[in-house]
């Protein structure tokens, strides 16, 4: 079974150009989420799809982040105009649909290999 | 906002030498607790967890990892390390009901000296 993939492995960009980072879940998998890690410091929640609606979006740090969920299968996140800030590594990590309630309200999530970008 | 504070930013060990990798955590309810690891140019994976039950729980490689509530904390440990531990290691924190957001610590870097 093919994991968790993510298109570009590394980005290079200068400040105030646009990048589209992809995310291909897990076939099957409803809950799609996105963090970042931004020089060495802890990984950071962005958002989480399930299927194609935004369930959770209160970790995007502004409107030049835009992420998309077509159809509820692969999911892109632009950042659009890129500032220096902007640079680290962006990771895809999708799961299951959520167990019932009433048991563990968690699925294992699959990390993808991040996508490296750097802002000039 | 709950916040994960892991100890030690860089470990170096010899091999076969013991591993104890603190994390603590800030959050008054009930939580699912992960340890994760990142292989040089591999994915995030994970390790072990905790959702209920025996706070002492065993992971994939000889890892294994206790709850102690009192403390709000989930150290990592592992009797004898191995070359292939050379890794960074995350612990993660989601609160019941949370759908899944993970907070993540800063990461412990792990360096194993053969």
């Known amino acids: 079974e093919a994991g968790v993939t993510q298109f570009p492995s590394h980005s290079v960009i200068e400040k105030g150009q646009t990048v589209t980072l992809r995310c291909d879940p897990i076939s099957g998998h409803d809950n799609l989420y996105w963090y970042r890690r931004v020089m060495g410091k802890e990984i950071k929640f962005l958002l989480h799809f399930v299927k194609e609606s935004k369930q959770d979006e209160s970790g995007m740090p502004n409107n030049r982040f835009l992420a998309e969920r077509t159809g509820g299968t692969y999911s892109t996140l632009k950042v659009q105009p890129a500032e220096l800030e902007d640079s680290g590594v962006y990771f895809c990590a999708s799961s299951q649909a959520s167990l019932p309630p009433r048991r563990a309200s968690y699925n294992e999530q699959f990390f993808g290999p991040g996508t490296r970008l750097t802002v000039l | 906002a709950q916040s994960v504070s892991q100890h030690n930013h860089h470990v170096i060990l010899s091999e076969a030498a013991s591993l104890e990798l603190g994390c603590n955590y800030s959050?008054?309810?009930?939580?699912?607790l992960f340890w994760y690891v990142q292989y040089p140019g591999q994915h995030l994976q994970l390790l072990l967890k905790y959702f209920s039950g025996d706070p002492l729980v065993k992971g994939i490689k000889g890892f294994e990892a206790e709850f102690i509530k009192s403390k709000f904390s989930f150290n990592l440990r592992k009797p004898s390390v191995q070359w292939s531990d050379t890794a960074e290691y995350f612990c993660?924190?989601?609160?019941?009901?949370?759908?899944?957001?993970?907070?993540f610590g800063d990461g412990t870097t792990l360096t194993v000296k053969p």
């Open positions: 959050y008054g309810g009930t939580v699912n």
């Open positions: 993660a924190v989601i609160p019941f009901g949370n759908a899944g957001k993970s907070t």
